[in-house]
């Protein structure tokens, strides 16, 4: 019993380090309606800053504490809600989710590019009553030092404190008014502008005490232990259906004893310790989404004036003059045959290189297309299905000779089996369900599958030699070879997309997107559309993998880490993610600006930057859903048709033609 005990109170420090990120999560979603994805990148900004001021200039933990949590931590919520989240309608929860993850993915990318590349680990205490070196008390034999009892006692505080805000005050009151429908708020007189704006201050406050106080538990500092941290967080605040900060804590508890309790019986050479272990989090979400009714009606619209939003714009081409179509395709064309002969005369082999990368990352981004901008949902294990395609056909490669085309066949159609299995999971879930349902599938293959050296190959990878490609020259792919190869897949897999848009699927589709309950109606199969669109989105994103590993010429498991998948969201919302443009300028542009940034100083060269310019420009998401790049061609479209096509422009824009009329 005592070495049980031994095991299980050290979990307890590591559970409310859980606990108060649960609690922070609950508080924002209570508070302001908004899932807080960035929730962790605040707390690792937090944490940054307050590094960098004690460690390397040398600062006391008190001021260091001030500058990082009481003054930049709330203006990052101020700026959130004033610049980001104010403008989204509360019925427009996708617009919420992608912008919250935009800011997952480029806090912790813009801080190298501002503070430069840094070193820092050991971070110190802003508690200097709380000694880490010194042992305060002995709980049935387990030491407890300052760190942990620091971590404890700020939990205890955090709850207690927050629990009586929402519950026994006039300020959690309208907060809890105002997710519902801030306009009804506003009308008995209430500001609700500044409720919220005051619970973005409130929990960004306690992201970041939460990251300068976990800080020193993980010693080593790393944006990526932050990420583990919410993700445990995430499930215990699914537990208490973001409502609850009593049972968040409880579970996030419960999980940090469990998980060191394990840790303590299970063999260190088991697969149970190094894989399923880590997973924990990810079953306690995953139970959470399928066994708790209440987390399929988190998005349910309470807002009684949702109606008066207006829809979102159609996209450029469905509203261009036909006239004008016609010329815009036999120019696409055109810059088609450019390009093609361009690769195979002209392009030096760098940027031969670099519109390779940019052709099969775009093939990935087309099943973004399709699971989001064709059916309206989101999910974040794009870059998951694409992993399992690579390594299916590395595999058969390296075990059977395969080439690597033969495999990649095999490759897609397991990437859409496990599609098809995650669509069936999550048949009932909507919005933030199925985004958390897809990111915890992610997360468990990174843990298990990506994570098994006899299927990835471990760090190094699976190095792709020449004889697994076969023994013909047509299959040993580099230079030109590789750029008719992704050209034709690409092409082949645009094909697919487009049919299905103009096809029975893509009208269904489209009514799903608009009301289910109204497609419902209508006598659709819900349930057989979202296999499909599941089914061929999972497998161009694994026949997208096969492409990103024959350029690569290795498979490895970074490549495919949860975090890409977030980032292919971010690069496709920001350019167009309604249309099969918009997923090839993605994949194309990102290459191209990473290219382009290696011009720069060191400092500034590199993915970071070209992380953070995509993040930043997804931004725009709430105000131009349709992307930045197709909101440009709708509005140069207009330009034109007006200047150039202008019977066609007043035949379809009638209202446009009235004052001109009466003049």
């Known amino acids: 019993m005592e070495q049980f005990f031994g095991f299980a109170i050290p979990g307890i420090p590591y559970g409310c380090t859980y606990a108060i990120v649960a609690v922070g999560l609950v508080l924002t ?17 937090a944490a940054f800053v307050f590094t960098v001021l004690t460690q390397n200039d040398h600062w006391g933990g008190f001021p260091a504490f001030l500058v990082s949590v009481v003054v930049l931590s709330p203006l990052i919520g101020l700026a959130f809600d004033r610049l980001l989240f104010r403008r989204i309608p509360n019925s427009n929860t996708t617009a919420k989710l992608v912008i919250s993850i935009a800011m997952l993915v480029g806090i912790p990318s813009l801080l190298p590019v501002v503070f430069g590349a840094q070193n820092l680990d050991d971070t110190a205490t802003i508690f200097p009553f709380f000694n880490p070196n010194v042992v305060y008390a002995t709980v049935l034999g387990t030491p ?10 700020v939990t205890v505080v955090v709850l207690v404190a927050l629990t009586a805000l929402l519950r026994f005050t006039n300020l959690g009151l309208q907060m809890r008014g105002a997710v519902e429908s801030r306009r009804l708020v506003q009308l008995d007189g209430v500001n609700s502008g500044g ?51 009593p049972i968040a804590t409880g579970v996030a508890v419960l999980i940090g004893v469990v998980s060191t309790t394990l840790q303590g019986y299970l063999p260190t050479s088991s697969i149970f310790f190094s894989a399923v272990l880590p997973s924990l989090p990810f079953f306690v979400l995953v139970a959470a989404l399928l066994i708790l009714p209440g987390m399929r009606s988190l998005d349910v619209n309470r807002d009684p004036l949702a109606t008066i939003d207006p829809p979102p714009p159609p996209i450029a081409a469905a509203s261009r003059a036909p006239s004008m179509d016609r010329i815009i395709r036999r120019l696409w064309w055109l810059v088609l045959a450019v390009f093609i002969v361009s690769m195979l005369t002209w392009i030096p ?6 519109f390779n990368s940019g052709l099969a990352l775009s093939t990935v981004l087309l099943s973004v297309t399709l699971i989001t901008g064709m059916a309206g949902q989101l999910s974040l294990c794009q870059g998951t299905l694409a992993g399992v395609g690579a390594f299916t056909s590395a595999q058969l490669a390296h075990h059977l000779g395969l080439n690597m085309l033969v495999g990649g066949l095999v490759g897609a159609g397991l990437a859409a089996a496990v599609a098809v299995v995650l669509a069936l999971l999550s048949l009932r879930l909507r919005g933030l369900g199925l985004a ?21 190959g471990g760090g190094s990878g699976l190095s792709l030699k020449a004889k697994w490609l076969g023994t013909s020259e047509f299959f040993n792919f580099n230079g030109h070879a590789l750029f008719g190869l992704c050209i034709v897949v690409l092409a082949a897999c645009v094909g697919v997309v487009l049919l299905v848009r103009k096809g029975t699927v893509g009208r269904n589709l489209a009514a799903m997107r608009g009301s289910e309950t109204a497609a419902a109606g209508l006598g659709i199969n819900l349930t057989w559309q979202r296999v499909v669109v599941f089914a061929l989105a999972g ?5 997208g993998g096969v492409l990103v590993t024959i350029e690569q010429q290795v498979a490895n498991a970074a490549q495919w880490n ?36 290696t011009y720069l100083p060191a400092r500034f060269g590199g993915g970071s930057l070209v992380i953070v310019l995509f993040a930043f420009g997804s931004l725009q998401f709430a105000k ?25 422009y007043h035949a379809m824009h009638p209202r446009d033609a009235v004052p001109e009329a009466n003049a």
Do not use: C
């Open 624 to 648: 131009h859903p349709e992307g930045i790049l197709e909101f440009q061609k709708r509005r140069s479209n207009l330009w034109f048709e007006q200047r150039f096509f202008a019977k066609e």
């Open 349 to 354: 082999k760098t940027w031969e290189g670099v």
């Open 195 to 245: 409720v919220v704006a005051l619970a973005w201050v409130i929990s960004s406050f306690m992201a970041g005490l939460a990251g300068v106080v976990l800080a020193p538990i993980y010693g080593a500092f790393q944006a990526s232990t932050y990420a583990t941290l919410v993700v445990a967080a995430i499930a215990a605040a699914a537990w208490g259906l973001l409502r609850s900060i």
């Open 144 to 153: 407890i030092n300052g760190i942990y009892l620091a971590v404890i006692s």
């Open 562 to 597: 949860y975090s890409f998948s977030l980032i292919f969201i971010v690069l496709v919302v920001t350019t167009g993610v309604a249309t099969v443009e918009g997923a090839i300028q993605a994949g194309i542009g990102f290459f191209v600006t990473e290219q382009l940034l």
């Open 29 to 45: 979603y209570q508070a302001t309606g908004v899932f807080n994805f960035a929730f962790g990148a605040q707390a690792y900004a």
């Open 436 to 456: 958390l349902m897809t990111l915890a599938a992610a997360l468990l293959f990174d843990n298990t599958f990506f994570n098994d050296v006899s299927i990835s």
């Open 539 to 543: 497998s161009i994103a694994g026949v």
